[in-house]
């Protein structure tokens, strides 16, 4: 069965820190990819999503994800973060052939100004 | 453009009672829907998703049903609900033309069983 892992529970830092968020998940085929955020008070929305051709992939506000297939990871990152990005981060994975995505627990991101 | 409803936005219930939570999505046809349950430190699982009205998938056993009467209403359900039922419950609706579609959530209902 598919998984999703992040090991990053809950993540404290200042403002213009770097980030980078884990996720590893396990599938053996080919996969498609995202991170979600939700922030304080709002819904659950897409932040980035690799599908194929460039691992690394850009989405919103800044960020932007590398997919190593080697190592079954698609870890989030930002160079400089912003209070505004306190958010939780939600990495997602499904199979090629199905509509049903599995999330990982999520990590609790809190910047500091 | 597409919205997503779900209402009600918060409910308390005592144990045992039944469910109801409603989900509509608006400015789209024939899309998928899902419900998926959040709790704390537990990310979110998949519940029930339909590619159809009147077709539900069942992701998890448990105390709870879904149903689709329309294309575009995807109701959670409960006869008798247990303290473990309290968590929030979110509904997503993705279109149907495949798996690399970006599923839009809607803004949740936050269910306490006392």
């Known amino acids: 069965a598919q998984s999703v892992s992040q090991h990053n529970h809950h993540v404290i830092l200042s403002e213009a820190a770097s980030l980078e968020l884990g996720c590893n998940y396990s599938?053996?085929?080919?996969?498609?990819l995202f991170w979600y955020v939700q922030y304080p008070g709002q819904h659950l929305q897409l932040l980035l999503k690799y599908f194929s051709g460039d691992p690394l992939v850009k989405g919103i506000k800044g960020f932007e994800a590398e997919f190593i297939k080697s190592k079954f990871s698609f870890n989030l990152r930002k160079p400089s973060v912003q209070w505004s990005d306190t958010a939780e981060y939600f990495c997602?994975?499904?199979?090629?052939?199905?509509?049903?995505?599995?999330f990982g627990t999520g990590t609790r991101l809190q910047v500091f100004p | 453009s597409q919205t997503i409803h779900q209402w009600p936005a918060t409910l308390v219930q005592p144990v045992g009672s039944p469910l109801s939570l409603e989900c509509t999505v608006e400015?789209?046809?024939?899309?998928?829907l899902y419900w998926y349950r959040q709790a704390a430190g537990r990310g979110l699982q998949l519940l029930f998703y339909s590619v159809g009205i009147g077709q539900i998938s069942s992701e998890v056993p448990q105390n709870l049903s879904a149903s689709r009467p329309q294309d575009r209403q995807f109701i959670l359900s409960s006869k008798k609900l247990l303290l473990s039922d309290s968590g929030f419950y979110l509904c997503?609706?993705?279109?149907?033309?495949?798996?690399?579609?970006?599923?839009?959530f809607g803004p949740g209902t936050r269910l306490l069983v006392l």
């Open positions: 400015g789209t046809s024939n899309p998928n």
């Open positions: 997503a609706w993705s279109p149907t033309s495949g798996s690399q579609e970006t599923q839009y």
């Open positions: 997602a994975v499904n199979s090629y052939n199905t509509d049903k995505l599995i």
């Open positions: 599938y053996g085929g080919t996969v498609n």
